[in-house]
């Protein structure tokens, strides 16, 4: 577990160099997350206990998220001024997310499967 | 004689002990009442801790930075479970193989769908600028969506509250949207679900089915990423515009 935390840190790590480096757009941790992506295809297989640390830690991935959201005390005004544009944003954007994918995804499998 | 109650807090609140363990305890017992429910999606364990600990800190006037120094150790891990996600992403690289063109227009057109509307929307409605650059990455896992955000300039932990609204209207009401356009491949409904509402999407959808629950982690992630590219670009252009 320590080697594939330490492995996972050190991805981290030369994700925040790159950006910084490059002057990519992107956070860190997300080229982090696209070397190992890589490096994992080039290797060919999953070590094991990169698996089972991965897994433990994205089990209680909810868990991370709630210090940032308890961050909300400091925003209660903004919600307050705001909450109409903000929840009508949020529920209509995302079911027709939601339907747009779908649609769009449908419609490429039946298009691959009939220029079979 | 054991010092007064008000004492006592005042000392230990001095120190990330407290706010740490308080964290773990709050959460624990929020994902218990969630299971005790049947993981109903409207009492998703992070919007119940958020509730919980908020009216906690309220109580006891503890500012956000004071518990922050505590629970900083648990945010800290975001980083790291970021890079994580590349493993449940390299699990599904042969169905990301087999269903590769698929995927990637279904995907370009949600994570596009799911930013040009958001903004849009509350543009229209009258949102402030810093809410508009805080609600775009609604659709996105809160550690890639909140890190955009961040070197935008933007307010991350109003997007964490925002990302996790998002996953539970997405969790509610897909199976509404899906079942209303006749969707049955389980891979197209969890695509869709982890496109539009990241990982408690992906919790949802894996009550579907595993194949859903799959297809739902691996959008989640390229959707993530597909978003980290896309964002900064679009904010980009719209600063360039006179």
Redesign the interface.
Known sequence: MLAALTVLLVYQLVGEIAVVALQLPVPGPVVGMALLFVSLMIRGTLPDELRDTAQGLLRHLSLLFVPAGVGVMAHLNRLTNEWLPISVSLVFSTLLTIAVTAIVMRALLARRVKGR | MAPPLAELWVYLSATPLLFLTL??L??QGAYWIYRRAGFHPLL????L??AL??AL??LTDTP?EV??GG??F??F???????????????Q?DKLKH?F???C???L??AV??LV???G????????D??LLS?AP??V????A???V??LGG????T???????GI??AV??KY??DA?H?A?Q???G???G???H??GTARAFQESDEAGAFSGL?M?LC??VT??LF??GV?IVRALP
């Open positions: 964290t773990l709050v959460y998703n364990p992070v919007a801790s958020v600990l908020v800190l309220s956000y518990y922050f629970a900083q648990v945010h891990l975001l980083g790291p479970a970021t890079v994580a996600l590349a493993v449940p992403l390299y699990a690289l269903a063109w698929p995927i227009g279904a995907l057109a949600g769908t799911a509307s958001a903004v929307i509350a543009w229209a409605l009258g949102a402030s810093l809410t609600i609604k659709s896992t809160t550690p890639i909140m890190g955009i961040e070197r307010l991350p932990s109003l964490a509250v925002l990302v996790v609204c998002t209207i997405g009401g897909a949207v899906l356009l969707i491949d891979s197209v409904r695509f869709a679900l496109t539009a509402a990982g408690i959008a992630g993530g990423l980290a590219v900064p670009l980009w």
